[in-house]
């Protein structure tokens, strides 16, 4: 029984599989903030160029 505990809290204690989560986690927040940013953009430009027209009719 010890030598499972011995084996449970190595593996526990073991971290090199958990950086590559950390980067898809923080790569998968980024392109979400970059998606949102540029639909926020996108919708600014289009209400832009709505007015733009409005003063040429």
Known sequence: M????KMLLAFWQEESGLT???YA???SLIC???VS???ELGAAIAAAIRVIIGYID
């Open 2 to 5: 010890n030598t499972l505990n």
């Open 20 to 22: 590559m989560v950390e």
């Open 25 to 27: 986690v923080a790569g």
């Open 32 to 34: 979400l903030a970059a």
């Open 37 to 39: 940013a540029f639909t």
